[in-house]
């Protein structure tokens, strides 16, 4: 079983959908939450950070952690053409150096 | 961008020549990490940094070495290039005050 496993895409949605992105997770030691986005060409970056289970929420985002079903999502409400890229997960443990990520998935909001 | 620059962006070589990946912080950040991007496998660990002349492993290390010199500084080189390692290489700094990683921009090579 791997480590990390993200819903494969590509995902398209209209522009003001509402889109939600999942990862699960096997190893109940993971303690940190982590959404990144990457446009086409560059490098990936941080979008939201969570530590505890439940809901953090930062304007359309909101990221959610279930630790008891190992199962992570991040939430974008409205949904614009500026949020197509590719989302990807990523976990770690309390003072590990690594993170572990999943594969991404590609998102395409069409106006 | 945490103040990560990535030297050459893109970098079209042929096979067995050397190569070599420089990563540039301005943070001062102890721990510098390389990965590489492939379509299917999403990214994958090279090697890692946690200070001036200590490195380890990550789970894709075979064919690539490291060194850091400074701390400022984080090279990856391909002592001998292949075809199979055509990809996108970024680099990363983890901050101290969370377990998070931040990207640089990315360097795009081609082995021919």
């Known amino acids: 079983q791997k480590e990390v496993e993200q819903d494969p895409g590509p995902l398209s949605v209209p522009e003001g959908a509402i889109v939600s992105l999942n990862c699960t997770y096997s190893?109940?030691?993971?303690?940190?939450f982590m959404w990144y986005r990457q446009y086409s060409r560059k490098g990936p970056e941080l979008l939201m950070y969570t530590y505890s289970s439940g809901n953090k929420e930062d304007g359309r985002f909101t990221a959610q952690v279930d630790k008891s079903s190992k199962y992570i999502s991040l939430f974008i409400r409205d949904s614009q053409p500026s949020d197509s890229a590719t989302y990807l997960c990523a976990l770690t443990q309390g003072g590990s150096e690594k993170l572990v990520f999943g594969k991404g998935m590609k998102l395409t909001v069409n106006p | 961008d945490a103040g990560i620059t990535q030297s050459p962006r893109h970098k079209v070589t042929e096979t067995g020549t050397p190569v070599t990946l420089r990563c540039h912080q301005t943070?001062?950040?102890?721990?510098m990490y390389w990965y590489r991007q492939d379509p299917g496998h999403g990214l994958r660990l090279i090697h890692y940094?946690?200070?001036?002349?200590?490195?380890d492993k990550g789970e894709v290390s075979d064919g690539y070495s490291v060194s850091r010199s400074k701390t400022e500084d984080f090279l990856l080189t391909l002592e001998s290039a292949t075809s199979s390692q055509t990809s996108v290489y970024f680099c990363a700094i983890r901050t101290r005050s969370a377990d998070t990683q931040y990207f640089g921009p990315g360097t795009r090579l081609t082995v021919l």
């Open positions: 190893n109940s030691a993971f303690q940190y």
């Open positions: 943070e001062n950040h102890r721990y």
């Open positions: 940094s946690y200070g001036v002349k200590d490195t």
